[in-house]
Each structure stands twice: as structure tokens, then as C-alpha cells.
């Protein structure tokens, strides 16, 4: 028999987590011990963790077929979570599957079954109708963030996955939105709820306005970034429209950042995460699309550029900052003479004048076109770059593996060299290619 808590002990200790919150420890008790489980919790709490880790000890190693399936409103979180699970290293295989990339792609990994397959409702109705494998050991059901699924209309195409389901015998839903009704064809029968949003725990979060002279708060916000100096943090726009005209005059006057929407390309808006994560772009522009599910650090704070309309996306902004055991500040940038909706209350002003110590992006991100499919191991790659790239410990910075490519950060000013020395060497068996993103 396995030391189920040695191995969850070593789990928390790849993940360099100390100990599981109040939140965590219940939820996975309850999870155990329960057939059918709401899990309600704030944005940043660990929800993904806490139905991991009981997930994990429920599977079965000499089952070769999926064993839990994990539905997700968005590729973003899909992604995440699939990260999450891998970093556990429990030695299931994981996969994510999702529009916006080939299907082709979904084949080849999956034809290794995983014990675990997350993906958006359409992708895995796609597999589903296809039979590309075998639905009778599913018995575990994961609807993560469900509320953001019904709203996106995926109800139809859960309600056919669902109804796929034979064996099915635990269902567990999450949200950080309390009130939305389950759906029958969920077939939840009464489930123990745990609910974690009404803690009163003393909020981390200080919510900091900044009065824009008149209604173009572009120079304002860069006056607020200045301020900020260089920490990493996420500035909200309403539209995609926004985001060019913000993200035009960030370049203009030199602030690294990325873009982050619905209507870039699934590739570009990974990417863009990549870069933000690995410390290459100092800011994330985005719409309300990275206000939840998407996988990036603890942020020192957010910028509202554009005020949200409704009060869940107020909150699952500022939900990006604060969260656990952190403090972080939500900045309202709004023009002298605008009235703030209602949802925002008792905010302090803040003088921006004062400037923080500024200094330009350290990190650039390097792609390399091998991955692990190519049995390339992140360990390969630091070799690469320690011994060929004559790299020490201190220049080589986040790697980032994936099933077909890599992605890299090293200092800016060694990026050239790099490519010089690195281009169309080998990894492994495999010839790569070496280039700047």
C-alpha cells in the first residue's frame, strides 16, 4: 500500500507549497469522502489544487483507460490545469485538448490514453462522437468554473458529454460566483457544498484611485506604470479595439508588454503568457478574458484602464492580485469627471508623482522548435545552454516545455549570441531551431 500522506506531502513539496489553506484542507476531506461536491471559492484560493489532490488518490495505476474528465470554459484553463497536474508529478498521464490548434495534434497525444483529459465541452464532444477512446472508466466528472461554461453557452454540449458518461459516480463542480443554478442533466445529486465566499478574512487588497485631467487617460497610466516601476502587473481594457490603441502608445514609449484577448490566434495568446510568466514583458494588456483561468503569477497589482460594467468582472480583476497570503493594490484610472458605478466603493485616491526607479526588460524569450515528443527533457536544454551557450546558473531563466517546442528566457543582451551558437544544434536526436519570439 502507498503512504497516501507521504505522497501528498511530496506533491506540496515539488509545488513548494508549506502547508494547504483552510479552503484546501476541507475541500479535499469533503471531496474523499463525498460522491457528489460544489466547491465556491474566490479566484486565487487553490480551488485547482484541492480537487487534484484527491483526485490523484482516487485514480487507479493499472487502468489504461481515461479515468476523470475536467470540463473548462476556456483553452487558457485548460492549459493551467494540465500544468498544475504535471508539476505534481504523480506519474498519471495528463492531457488538454481545446479549439484553436490542430486536431491532429489532440490525436497523437491522446493516443497514449491519459488517465486524466481536460478540454473546453466542443473539443471533447469532438473525441467523444469520434471514439477515440474508450468512455467506460470515466468515472470521476470535474466541471471547473461551470458557472463560466453555462454562460458561454456550452449547456447543450455538456448535457451530450454528460450523457456519454456511463460509469460516472463523482461529480465535482467549482465556481468563484455564488447563486448560479445546476443544471438536472448534471444529474447532481445532493451534493455537499463548501463555501468560501462570505469569509470575512481581512482583505489584502487596497483599491487605489487615479484621476486622469481629461478623458484620454493614456499619459495618466503612463504616469501610474512609472509610478509602479517594475513590477509585473495586468492592465484591463473592456475591448479588443482598446487594447491596440493602449498597446500602440506602450510601444511607442518603450514599456514591455504583451496583448492578451479573444480575437488573437490560440498560438499568440500563449505566448504572450509565456512571456509575461518568465519575466520577458513587464505588463499583460488584456480584456476581462485573463480576469480568471489563465496561468500566471501572483501580480502585484492591476490596473482597471477601462472601468469593468458589471461587478463579477470588478471582482475577478482584482482577483488577480491579493491572492492567498499576498497584498496587491487595484488601480482605478478614471478621467476627473466620470462617476464610478456603483460596485466600487470607498476607494482612496493616490498621488502618482512620485517616480519609482525604472529599468528596462532583463529577460528575452528564445523558442526552440523540439519538445517532449522528442523526448527532450528540461534538463537537455539547460545542458544546451550551460554547455554550448556558456550560460552560468544566474543567465538562464524560465524554461518552459512543451509537447513540440520550448520556450526559453535569457538576458537580452546575450540573446543574439545565443542564437548564434544554438541555431540548428542538436537536442537529443533532433536538429533545432533556435529564434526570438
Known sequence: MRNINKDQQDILTKL?????????????????STTNTILLSPTGTGKTLAFSLPLLKSLDRDCQEVQALILVPTRELAIQIEQVIRNMGAGFKVNAVYGGRPMSKDKIEIKHVPSILIGTPGRILDHFNSDRFSKDSIKTLILDEF???????????????????????????????????????????KPTTIN???????????????????????????????????????????????????????ERNEISHTCFSGGMEQKDRERALIKFRNGSSQVLLATDLAARGIDIPEMKYIIHFELPIHKEEFIHRNGRTARVNAKGTAYVLKWKDQLLPEFILDVKGINISKKAAYKPTYWQTLFISGGRKDKI????????????????????????????????????????????????????????????I
Open 16 to 32: 513548494n507549497i508549506h502547508e494547504l489553506n483552510p479552503m484546501q484542507q476541507e475541500a479535499i476531506a469533503v471531496i474523499e
Open 147 to 189: 458557472d463560466k461554461s453555462l454562460e458561454q453557452g456550452f449547456e447543450d454540449q455538456m448535457k451530450s458529454i454528460i450523457n456519454q458518461l456511463p460509469a460516472l459516480n463523482k461529480r465535482i463542480l467549482t465556481s468563484a460566483t455564488q447563486g448560479v443554478s445546476v443544471p438536472e442533466f448534471v444529474k447532481l445529486d
Open 196 to 250: 468560501y465566499l462570505n469569509q470575512k478574512a481581512a482583505s489584502k487588497l487596497a483599491i487605489k484611485t487615479v484621476i486622469s485631467p481629461d478623458k484620454n487617460k493614456l499619459k495618466t497610466l503612463l504616469s501610474l506604470l512609472e509610478h509602479v516601476g517594475n513590477e509585473p502587473g495586468i492592465i484591463f481594457c473592456n475591448f479588443r479595439d482598446s487594447i491596440s490603441v493602449v498597446s500602440e502608445f506602450l
Open 377 to 436: 527533457s528540461k534538463g537537455d536544454i539547460a545542458g544546451l545552454f550551460f554547455k554550448q551557450g556558456k550560460l552560468n546558473k544566474h543567465e538562464l531563466g524560465t524554461i518552459e516545455l512543451k509537447q513540440d517546442c520550448a520556450f526559453v528566457a535569457v538576458p537580452v543582451a546575450l540573446a543574439d549570441d545565443l542564437i548564434l551558437n544554438l541555431n540548428n544544434t542538436r537536442l537529443k536526436k533532433k536538429k533545432v531551431r533556435v529564434t526570438i
